[in-house]
């Protein structure tokens, strides 16, 4: 009898550990890539520094996403996206020689836990469009069911090497070049991100046939860019998420969970 409790207690305890496995490894959605298309809608997300919304405010949009860089370090995925974090936008380069030392780290990590990815190039006003789009191609991979990258376009007035401020008109055909060579390589016309200062000063709006993303971290960007369509609005730069520890920038998408899943389409 001893014997017999023994052998079953042997066969709950393998049972038990069997299903801590299955549980622990990755759903089958997430090994074949298509777990990034399902996500928690409408997340909320704590604030450093919050904003009392006046009107229409982020908690409107129910897909919500993130960008990240080096300075967010380790990065916990698998909470990012349980907590309900969409998307990610992962800082890969700047300028024609500079890459994130942590963008390979965050690209496998999102990617890994299911998180739909997107790589930015942060714009040099020093270097020709032509060479920092090349040096955005080197070290970002093009893959089916990425996003489409981004090119971030403001004023940096802290660089140590660079403060020039090119004139409106060399702004957007600069611009313009480094959106086409990459819309030639990856297959999609990138985004741009900006600033509320960026964008009155260059006139950068005018782009054609290309989306915007917009920071805007005290009102709607209805208010901020009178008339502007936008895709991904940044609404913090002091946002909480699970699975990062310190502040991260926040944004939403445009559309609805329905749409979000078929964009771009």
């Given at each position: 009898?001893?014997?017999?409790?023994?052998v079953?207690?042997?066969?709950?305890l393998?049972a038990?550990?069997?299903?801590?496995?299955?549980?622990?490894?990755?759903?089958?959605?997430?090994q074949?890539?298509?777990?990034?298309?399902?996500?928690?809608?409408?997340?909320?997300?704590?604030?450093?520094?919050?904003?009392?919304?006046?009107?229409?405010?982020?908690?409107?949009?129910?897909?919500?996403?993130?960008?990240?860089?080096?300075?967010?370090?380790?990065?916990?995925?698998?909470?990012?996206?349980?907590?309900?974090?969409?998307f990610?936008?992962?800082?890969?380069?700047?300028?024609?020689?500079?890459?994130?030392p942590?963008?390979?780290?965050?690209?496998?990590?999102?990617?890994?836990?299911?998180v739909?990815r997107?790589?930015?190039?942060?714009?040099?006003?020093?270097?020709?469009?032509?060479?920092?789009?090349?040096?955005?191609?080197?070290?970002?991979?093009?893959?089916?069911?990425?996003?489409?990258?981004?090119?971030?376009?403001?004023?940096?007035?802290?660089?140590?090497?660079?403060?020039?401020?090119?004139p409106?008109?060399?702004?957007?055909a600069?611009?313009?070049?480094?959106?086409?060579?990459?819309?030639?390589?990856?297959?999609?016309?990138?985004?741009?991100?900006?600033?509320?200062?960026?964008?009155?000063?260059?006139?950068?709006?005018?782009?054609?046939?290309?989306?915007?993303?917009?920071?805007?971290?005290?009102?709607?960007?209805?208010?901020v860019?009178?008339?502007k369509?936008?895709?991904?609005?940044?609404?913090?730069?002091?946002?909480?998420?699970?699975?990062?520890?310190?502040?991260?920038?926040?944004?939403?998408?445009?559309?609805?969970?329905?749409?979000f899943?078929?964009?771009?389409?």
């Open positions: 009898m001893r014997r017999l409790i023994l079953m207690m042997v066969l709950g393998a038990a550990c069997g299903k801590r496995d299955r549980a622990s490894a990755p759903s089958p959605a997430l074949s890539g298509e777990a990034h298309m399902s996500f928690l809608p409408s997340p909320k997300f704590g604030d450093l520094d919050p904003v009392d919304w006046q009107g229409r405010g982020p908690s409107a949009y129910p897909v919500h996403g993130i960008d990240v860089a080096r300075y967010q370090g380790d990065i916990d995925w698998r909470r990012v996206r349980s907590g309900g974090i969409a990610a936008y992962i800082k890969a380069t700047e300028g024609g020689d500079y890459l994130d942590k963008f390979r780290d965050h690209w496998r990590g999102a990617g890994r836990a299911g739909r997107g790589a930015y190039h942060f714009y040099y006003f020093c270097r020709p469009a032509e060479e920092q789009a090349r040096w955005f191609i080197r070290n970002v991979p093009a893959g089916a069911g990425e996003l489409p990258p981004v090119l971030d376009l403001e004023w940096n007035h802290t660089s140590p090497t660079c403060k020039k401020r090119p409106a008109n060399i702004v957007r600069e611009a313009r070049k480094f959106l086409n060579i990459l819309e030639r390589h990856y297959g999609q016309r990138p985004i741009v991100y900006t600033t509320p200062d960026f964008y009155r000063t260059t006139g950068i709006g005018r782009l054609r046939g290309t989306q915007f993303w917009l920071r805007s971290v005290a009102a709607h960007p209805g208010k860019y009178p008339g369509s936008w895709t991904f609005w940044q609404y913090t730069g002091t946002g909480v998420v699970p699975g990062i520890e310190g502040p991260v920038d926040i944004n939403v998408f445009a559309g609805s969970p329905d749409q899943r078929s964009w771009p389409g």
